[in-house]
C-alpha cells in the first residue's frame, strides 16, 4: 500500500532554512504527481507545491515563491521540498502527498497522506 514518511522538520529562526524529505514506498513513484502541503493551528489544510509525474512541471503557492523548491529522486523514492528564507507563518505541520495527478494543488483532491512533520518558525 502506498506510504509516505515525512522527516527533516525542526525550530528554525526566521531567515533560516530546512530541507523536508518524504520517503515514498508501496507505489511506483515515477508514475504519480507530488505534493507538499501544510496546516497552521486553526488553519485549513493548504497546497504548498505540487510537481508532475510526466513532465515535472511544478506549482508554487504565491506565499512560498521564490523561496521554496519541490524536487523528487524516483530512483531513490525520495521527495524533497527545500526551504529558505522561513518566515514565522510558515509555521505549520508540513505534509508529503501523492495521486495519479494533482489538477489544483489542492487538498481537496484527496491524495494519499503522510503523518506531517512539523516546521517551527520563531526566534
Known amino acids: 500500500q502506498v506510504q509516505l514518511v515525512e522527516s527533516g522538520g525542526g525550530l528554525v529562526q526566521p531567515g533560516g532554512s530546512l530541507r523536508l524529505s518524504c520517503a515514498a514506498s508501496?507505489?511506483?513513484?515515477?508514475?504519480?504527481?507530488i505534493g507538499w502541503f501544510r496546516q497552521a493551528p486553526g488553519k485549513e489544510r493548504e497546497g504548498v507545491s505540487c510537481?508532475?509525474?510526466?513532465?515535472?512541471?511544478?506549482y508554487y503557492a504565491d506565499s512560498v515563491k521564490g523561496r521554496f523548491t519541490i524536487s523528487r529522486d524516483n530512483a531513490k523514492n525520495m521527495v524533497y521540498l527545500q526551504m529558505n528564507s522561513l518566515k514565522p507563518e510558515d509555521t505549520a505541520r508540513y505534509y508529503c502527498?501523492?495521486?495519479?495527478?494533482?489538477?489544483?494543488?489542492?487538498?481537496?483532491?484527496?491524495?494519499?497522506w503522510g503523518q506531517g512533520t512539523q516546521v517551527t518558525v520563531s526566534s
Open positions: 508501496g507505489f511506483t513513484l515515477d508514475d504519480y504527481a
Open positions: 502527498a501523492t495521486d495519479r495527478q494533482f489538477y489544483y494543488c489542492s487538498p481537496s483532491e484527496h491524495p494519499y
Open positions: 510537481m508532475s509525474s510526466g513532465d515535472g512541471s511544478t
